[in-house]
Each structure stands twice: as structure tokens, then as C-alpha cells.
């Protein structure tokens, strides 16, 4: 009887272990069958700037090695939808208030050291991400205009997450990485702030670097390489459709090869698997050598448009030149720029034809939110004029060029970064478009630090004309940049005053504010689609048109994405997924 | 000669603040600082700008800045690097040791290359064998390292294309899987990487040092003592080595002061070029990113090992020249 009892209470324990435990990476993720994929190899790729720490709470580099080796959270976007599923996570629910969404951890996951992950490791992450004193680039993102969210443990396997307000964002901030709280948390508790600061430099042991990802740290030689080995604590709930645990790879290699030209020799040679080249002459080299059969490699041309942007931007803040302020604040006079701007030619140009036009604030790659109704205002000289005369420039000075009836000159200055050729060629292609119709446009390229101090500058009169600049980054939740739309924001570069001065500005600043809390993904596309169309009357930014992504794989390797799912945003693969064919 | 060096050593500390001072202004001089590529992040807001700005000090003065740093110098510590939240030495001497792996074996190439072409240059001027060496040296002059090395990969790349064997890496220090390797493996594995990045990084130098070599020599062989030798009887090879040699390569005595600093300062562009983990690569990005005391730290290293091979060049001189006393 005993012996019966403790064999069902087994058997129950078994069973709720193993309902709960794995997360079964789909199939739709990947064109490789489970069975034919092989196990083991190396997986070899190159990044251009060096890893400069494996802390977590400090690192501050686009790619870096906390989210290298451990990338996920308690959710994640399935990429063949762009919708949140539960991962580490086994499910959620959302409270009716909109406030509070609460998450069951998944039973049986474990650190790589062997501890499980629990609630605690989230609080502590949370805590040491919103400390001031660390630093954290992740501090921002847990804070809602000043206000923050707050994480609760309700048990050991069971977390809440409170919002001051409905957030469209909401599972972004619920999907970051967690730490383990009992490596950094005893630390944090005796020495605060300046003790998770001095922990794990580039100088510690490998084997002390826990990971609850795919990845660990094997070795890292400074400058040179990082490798890393398959996680088995991670393969034990992280499973292919035919149950094998994943990652398939038992390395992951990282050369750090600074310059783009080496990279692509080494692609060439074959010593590197990835790559993702931007320019045309990397791009044709490639191709060149899959076509003489001198490399066996795949490269996607085009796949997508990259989720980043050039544009020209007039500041409406100039009260020492009432004459230009009131130019750069006529829609008129921003209209006529736009279609002053030959966005083919700059594709074809600048671009070497690899490029996207751009007419909007919304990246064309998050393709659910672009409207496809939105006027566009394209290159038509005869139209420039039109609204130029309109506003007064009918006249042409001796040098060829528009004046007003007070004889004023239709001329501007035009700024870009030093360096930066493809800004450079775009502003050359503008200037040379701008004197046709009888603008004067005085180009110079100026150091980077400079620029980013004009643009950002406030108050009532600030230090240029227009510049040429990009942005980059958009999120799939709400493709509006908080820094950027309200007018108080840092980047609402055109108006700095620091108060609106459009009314279309403050009813921009309004629907952002709608959307960013409207949790209905229909109702928000329709808010998003709404501020398309009023950017468009406003023009306060005129867009001009963005690089594309062009992954290139060598075949050794298998496991990419269906090609629906290639993207700038996607990426060409899972590398959880990806396996060595030969 | 006590009272020369002990003079020299107290001249040293005004250069020494001088020049680090004006090094920090310089640099603190440039527009914005390690922050501004933050500032158009469209998710930092300008609260958490100011934050980091505070907390690594750079919204003080310039003036208190250097103090503090200097006040760290003197505890021997280098300050802290913002980019890697560590201490400047810990990053830095890696690089520096990599670099080593080029720099030592190019300099002893260059001079065991250089000098005999010089000298045959010199001896048999405009033979075919000078004029030869002379072509190859401007050409070696007029082409950049770092274009070298992309002929190099070019060449190489061509090599595996059209032959499948890989002569030499295009790129790198070690061949992966370098962790798994024995001791012995591994040294001979860098050294397989390390022989083109040499070879270019040395081409120039070879070019500028062996015209030098050969205008020193044809000087002091169009002079009096030399004739004076040759009258003397004495067989032309003791003419050569024993008289001229010895009084041409005087002036290279003075140039091994730069030898020290040269050390530690990387390779050039060869190191970006063939991705070679150096400081070279490490240092243009500290530049980039105005990791101020990074920049700051290296200069003082190498602005003190300079100090002290001038102080130690002047002392070989005034050695290996009977002619120059030091009182």
C-alpha cells in the first residue's frame, strides 16, 4: 500500500514536471526537418567592434555578450506572426484593468550551474536594472513617463508586473533577460551599486559566467574571439518537434574583425559562415564567387528594408532669422522640399539601387503599420515651383536663383556628419536638385559630436538651418518614438521650444499618447494609420529613404528561415535551430 | 655624466605635466564627449544622459578633470576605461602584448634587412642591384601599409581560389579551435598568422630606413678619412666596416629612443586591415568614442617611455661617439 502511494505521488510529480517543462521550438521557425538535421559543429560569425564586458547591468554595446549567450525572457515574438508567446513564461493572464499582467514561470528550468529559476531571479534583475547607481542601459525601458513598473513576487513561480498605465509596450518591458539572483544578489546586498559594477569584467573565469540561454562562455581572446558552447541545462526544456534538445551546435565562434573588408575576405575564404553586407561592391563580390562556383553560399539581395532612415529636417526655432523661421515653418515651403527630393535617385545613387524610398515615420519593414493611403510627396520640380511662387518666390535673382518681392533669397544651409559618404551624397544630390528650381542650398559636413549638439539644442533659437540625419530602431508593439512625437521630447528635432506650435503637433502628441495606451492591436493600427496621415499634411521631417538587408549564409549551413520570415527584423535564422550539413 | 642624467630626470617632470596636460585639453578640446552618441538613441531620455554624465564626472571643469586624474596617475592608476566599466591597464595590456607579436619581430627584421641594403646600396651605387633596390624602395614608400595589406588579402584570397590551399590567413592572430590546440600548436599557429602582418608592416619601414642607410654611408665615404684610409693601405673591407659603417650608423643610434614607445604603440592600420587584435584598432575606437581616459592613459604610457629612450638614445650616443660629451 506505502509502496503504491509513493509510486503515484511519483508518478503526479512526473507529470506536472514534464506537462510544464519544455517550450517546442516550431517547425514553421525553420526550412530544415527535424530529421535531417545533424548534431554537433561549430557555427562561425564576425562582428566588427569588440566585446567589452560580460556584465549584464553594464553593458552598453549593440552586440554584446549578456544577450549573446542569454537573449530570451519570460515572453517572445513568434516570428511567422510578430505576436507575443509565453516562454519562459508557461502562460499569462492580463488583469481587467489593463494594469497588471501576471505570469506563471515555467516549472524545471534551470541556471547553468544547476540552480533553478525561480521569481527571485526576476525581482533581482529588476532591482539591479532600475538602481541609478549601476547605470543601466535597461533603466529606461521600466519606466513609463517617469513613472515606473514595479515586479511583485506572488510565489516562487509566479510573477506580477503592475503598470502605472495600459501599456501597447507592455510585454517589451516583461520580455527581458533574467540573472541569476543568487550570484549577483549577495553581492548586491553587501556592497550595492559599485559591487554588480566591478563583476564579471572580460578578466572572469568563463565557467563563473551563468547562463539560463542557449550559449556559454567557453573562451574569449580581447579583441580576437569569442567561443561559446551549447548550454545543456537549456537543451533540457528547449526541444525541435521530434523532441531533440536544442541548440543543435556545440560552438558558436565570434571574430571580432573590425574591418568590413576583412570580414567579407573571410566570408570569401570561407572562414566565416555569416554575413549580412551593405554595400553594393561587397554584395556583387559575393555573387561573383557563388556564381564561379568558387564559394557555395547563399545570399538573399533585398530581403527587407532595414528598420533605419535618412532624413531632412528644418528648425522652426530660429528667432534671430524671423525670415527663415517663417520659411521653415510653412508647410508649403516643406512640401516643396520633399519634392525636391529625388528618392529614386538616391536609391539608385547612393544606394547602388539596394535602398527603400522613404515617405514617413514608420519604417517600411514594419509593414502592418505603414499606411498605404498616405499621400507622397515625390520628386516633381514643376510642383516645387509651383508651391514656391505660391509663397511668394516668382522672381529670379541675376545668379539664377528665387527672391521674394522684398528681394529676400530663397538660400538655406544644409548640414550632415562629416564621414558619413552615403549623407553626403544624399545632401550633394539635394543641392544640385535645389538649384535647378532656384534654391540656394549652402552644404557643409560638419563633426558628428557638432551635429548631434545642433540638432538637440532648445529654446527659441537654435544654432541651423536644416540638417540630414537617421535614426534607427522601431518596434513592432508602437512604431512611434517616444523621444520624438510629444514635444517636449528630446528628439522632436524640427521644434525644440519646448511647446507645440502646430496644432497638428499637439494632436500628433495626443494620438501617440492614445495608441501607446490602447491595447487592441486593430484599434491602435488605426490610431498609427491616423498619425501617418497627419505627418503628411505636417511634414516636419521630410524622409528620404533607407539601406535594405541582404543576409548571405555560407551552405554548410542549415536551419535558415522560411523566406517569408527573412528580415531585417527576423534575421535569416534561429541559431538554436541551425545546424552544420557538412 | 651623474649630474648630466640627474639634470635630464628633473627637466623631465615639467615635459611630463606639460604634455599630459595639453594631451587631456586636446582631447577634452574635441566636440562632445563619450555620452553624445547616446543622445539620438530615440530610448535613453536626457535625465539618464545627465545621470551617467554625473557619475563619471565629466559634466566638472576640465581643469578639476585633470587633477583628479592626475592625483590617480601618481597612485599609478590609469584611470578608468567608460566603454568597458574597467581599469585602463586591464584593457589596454592585452592589446599591447598582441601587438608585440608583430611589432619585435618587424623591428629586428627591419634592421637586419635595412642596413645591409643601405650599405650594398651605397657601395655599389647605381649597379643594377641599387638601382633595383632603389625602384622597389620607393614603390615600398608610396604604397600605405594598410593598402598593402588588402593587396596582401587580395593575393592571398586569389591563392585559396584558384589552388583551394590556404598559404596564409587572411585575417586573424589564431585559427579556430586555437583553445583546443597543444602549447606547441598554438605558438605555431600564431606565428602562421602573424608572418604577412609582419612582412607588410615592415615593407615601409625597410623602404624609408635602407634610402637613409645608403645616404648616411655615400657621405662618410666621400670623406677625407676615408681616403686617408685607403692610402693608408687598408684592405677595402676593413675601410667599409670598421671606419665607414661605424661612423654612418651613428645618427641610428639616436633613433633607438623611438624604438621604446614604438613598442607599445601597435602596428598601424596592418592590425585593422588583417584584423589583428592589437591596440591599433582598440585605440581608433577609444577615439571614436572619446573614452577619454583611455586615450589619455595610453598617451602618458607612451609620452613616459619615449622620455626615457631619449634620456637612454642620448646616453648610447654620447657611448658609441667619442666626439660628444655630456658635462
Redesign the interface.
Known amino acids: 500500500m506505502r509502496r503504491a502511494l509513493v509510486w503515484m505521488a511519483g508518478l503526479i510529480a512526473l507529470a506536472g514536471v514534464a506537462s510544464a517543462q519544455t517550450f517546442v521550438w516550431p517547425q514553421r521557425w525553420t526550412v530544415a526537418k527535424p530529421s535531417e538535421v545533424k548534431r554537433g559543429g ?1 557555427l ?1 560569425a564576425a562582428v566588427t ?2 566585446f ?2 560580460f ?1 549584464p547591468f ?1 553593458t ?1 554595446e549593440a552586440t554584446n555578450v549578456p544577450d549573446t549567450i542569454s537573449p530570451y525572457g519570460l515572453v517572445r515574438r513568434d516570428p511567422t506572426t510578430g505576436d507575443w508567446i509565453p516562454y519562459m513564461a508557461e502562460s499569462f493572464s492580463i488583469s481587467p484593468n489593463k494594469l497588471e499582467i501576471t505570469f506563471k514561470i515555467r516549472r524545471g528550468m534551470k541556471w547553468s550551474d544547476g540552480r533553478p529559476i525561480t521569481a527571485d531571479d526576476w525581482i533581482m534583475t529588476w532591482r539591479i536594472h532600475t538602481d ?2 549601476v ?1 543601466s ?1 535597461s ?3 521600466f519606466f513609463i513617463d517617469g513613472k515606473p513598473i514595479t515586479l511583485r513576487k506572488i510565489d516562487d513561480y509566479t510573477l506580477r508586473f503592475t503598470y502605472p498605465r495600459p501599456d501597447a509596450t507592455a510585454f517589451f518591458v516583461a520580455e527581458f533577460t533574467p540573472w541569476p539572483a543568487h550570484i549577483f544578489g549577495p553581492v548586491y546586498q553587501k556592497e550595492g551599486a559599485e559591487g554588480i ?1 566591478k563583476m564579471w ?3 572572469e573565469k568563463p565557467e563563473n559566467i551563468v547562463s539560463a540561454g542557449p550559449w556559454l562562455v ?2 574569449y ?5 569569442l ?1 561559446l558552447k551549447r548550454n545543456p541545462a537549456f537543451g533540457e526544456w528547449n526541444k525541435d518537434e521530434a523532441g531533440n534538445p536544442l541548440p543543435y551546435l556545440d560552438r558558436y ?1 565570434i ?5 568590413t ?2 570580414q567579407l ?2 566570408f ?2 570561407g ?1 566565416i559562415d555569416l554575413m549580412a553586407p551593405s554595400t553594393v561592391d561587397h554584395i556583387s563580390q559575393i555573387r561573383q ?1 557563388i556564381q564561379q562556383g ?1 564559394l557555395d553560399a547563399t545570399i538573399k539581395v533585398n530581403a527587407s528594408p532595414v528598420a533605419s532612415s535618412q532624413f531632412m529636417v528644418f528648425n522652426w526655432n530660429k528667432a534671430s532669422d524671423p525670415f527663415k523661421q517663417s520659411l521653415f515653418r510653412s508647410e508649403k515651403f516643406r512640401r516643396a522640399m520633399s519634392h525636391i527630393v529625388n528618392r529614386q535617385a538616391v536609391v539608385e545613387i547612393v544606394y547602388g539601387g539596394l535602398g527603400t524610398p522613404m515617405y514617413s515615420s514608420v519604417y517600411p519593414v514594419l509593414t502592418q503599420w505603414v499606411n498605404p493611403k498616405v499621400p507622397k510627396y515625390e520628386y516633381n520640380p514643376q510642383q516645387a515651383a509651383k508651391l514656391l511662387a505660391e509663397l511668394g518666390f516668382t522672381r529670379k535673382d541675376r545668379e539664377g536663383y528665387l527672391v521674394d518681392s522684398k528681394g529676400r533669397r530663397l538660400e538655406f544651409n544644409l548640414a550632415t556628419n562629416a564621414g558619413n559618404a552615403q549623407r553626403e551624397q544624399i545632401a550633394k544630390l539635394i543641392v544640385d536638385e535645389a538649384k535647378k528650381v532656384g534654391v540656394k542650398v549652402n552644404f557643409t559636413a560638419i ?4 551635429l ?2 545642433q540638432l ?1 539644442s532648445s529654446g527659441p533659437d537654435r544654432p541651423f538651418d536644416a540638417i540630414i ?1 537617421g ?1 534607427s ?1 522601431g518596434d513592432l508593439d508602437w512604431p512611434f ?4 512625437v510629444p514635444c517636449k521630447g ?2 522632436h528635432m524640427w521644434n525644440k521650444s519646448g511647446q507645440c506650435l502646430d496644432p497638428r503637433e499637439t494632436q500628433l502628441e495626443a494620438l501617440y499618447s492614445r495608441g501607446r495606451t490602447e491595447l487592441d492591436f486593430k484599434k491602435r493600427q488605426e490610431i498609427g494609420y491616423r498619425m501617418q496621415e497627419i505627418e503628411a499634411q505636417l511634414l516636419p521631417v521630410i524622409y528620404i529613404a533607407g539601406p535594405n538587408y541582404h543576409p548571405a549564409w555560407n551552405n554548410r549551413l542549415g536551419g535558415e528561415h522560411p523566406d517569408a520570415i527573412i528580415s531585417a527584423i527576423w534575421g535569416q535564422r534561429e541559431l538554436e535551430l541551425t545546424f552544420i550539413k557538412k | 655624466m651623474t649630474a648630466y642624467v640627474l639634470r635630464r630626470i628633473l627637466y623631465l617632470i615639467p615635459t611630463f605635466f606639460g604634455a599630459t596636460f595639453l594631451a587631456f585639453l586636446i582631447i577634452q578640446m ?4 563619450y555620452l ?1 552618441q547616446l ?8 535625465e ?1 544622459i545627465a ?2 554624465r554625473a ?1 563619471f564626472g565629466l559634466d566638472r571643469p576640465v581643469y578639476e578633470q585633470y587633477l583628479l586624474w592626475m592625483n590617480n596617475l601618481l597612485h599609478l592608476n590609469l584611470g578608468y576605461s567608460f ?4 581599469p585602463v591597464l ?2 589596454i595590456w ?2 599591447v602584448v ?1 601587438s608585440m607579436v608583430i611589432v619585435i619581430p618587424s623591428t629586428l627584421l627591419l634592421y637586419l634587412v635595412a642596413i645591409p641594403i643601405g650599405v650594398y646600396g651605397a657601395v655599389r651605387q647605381y649597379s643594377f642591384g641599387d638601382r633595383l633596390l632603389s625602384f622597389l624602395a620607393y614603390v615600398g614608400l608610396s604604397v600605405p601599409s594598410f593598402f598593402l595589406a ?1 593587396i596582401a ?1 587580395y593575393v ?2 586569389q591563392i ?2 584558384r589552388t583551394g590551399v ?1 598559404v596564409f ?6 585559427s ?4 583546443q590546440m597543444p602549447p606547441l600548436r598554438q605558438l605555431l599557429d600564431i606565428a602562421w598568422h602573424a608572418v604577412v602582418p609582419i612582412l607588410v608592416a615592415v615593407a615601409n619601414d625597410i623602404a624609408g630606413l635602407s634610402r637613409l642607410m645608403r645616404g648616411q654611408m655615400l657621405e662618410v665615404l666621400s670623406q677625407d678619412f676615408i681616403r686617408t684610409a685607403r692610402a693608408k693601405g687598408l684592405s677595402e673591407r676593413v675601410v667599409l666596416y670598421k671606419h665607414a659603417f661605424r661612423n654612418a650608423v651613428i645618427p641610428f643610434v639616436a633613433t633607438l629612443g623611438g624604438l621604446l614607445p614604438s613598442l607599445i604603440s601597435g602596428a598601424g592600420f596592418v592590425e ?4 589583428w ?2 591596440i591599433t ?2 585605440f ?2 577609444a577615439i571614436a568614442n ?1 573614452d577619454l581616459y583611455v586615450i589619455a592613459g595610453f598617451l602618458t604610457v607612451s609620452l613616459v617611455l619615449l622620455m626615457i629612450g631619449n634620456l637612454i638614445s642620448d646616453l648610447l650616443l654620447a657611448w658609441v661617439d667619442p666626439r660628444i660629451r655630456y658635462e
Do not use: H
Not at chain 2, 176 to 179: D, K, R
Open positions: 561549430t562561425r567592434s569588440d567589452r564586458t556584465n553594464i552598453a541609478k547607481a547605470g542601459n533603466y529606461d525601458s559594477k569584467t572580460l578578466n567557453e573562451s581572446r580581447p579583441g580576437e574571439r567561443v565562434e571574430k571580432i574583425v573590425k574591418d573588408n576583412a575576405a573571410e570569401l575564404a572562414n564567387a568558387r563633426d558628428f559630436n557638432t548631434v549638439g538637440l540625419i535614426l530602431g518614438g517616444s523621444n520624438v528630446n528628439l | 574635441a566636440p562632445g564627449d553624445t543622445e539620438l538613441d530615440p530610448k535613453v531620455t536626457p539618464t545621470r551617467l557619475q566603454a568597458y566599466q574597467a586591464e584593457v592585452p592589446r598582441n588588402l588579402i592571398l584570397l585559396k581560389f590556404q590567413p587572411v585575417s586573424g592572430m589564431t579556430s579551435g586555437f583553445e585593422v586591415v588583417m584584423a587584435p592589437g584598432p582598440f581608433l575606437d572619446q
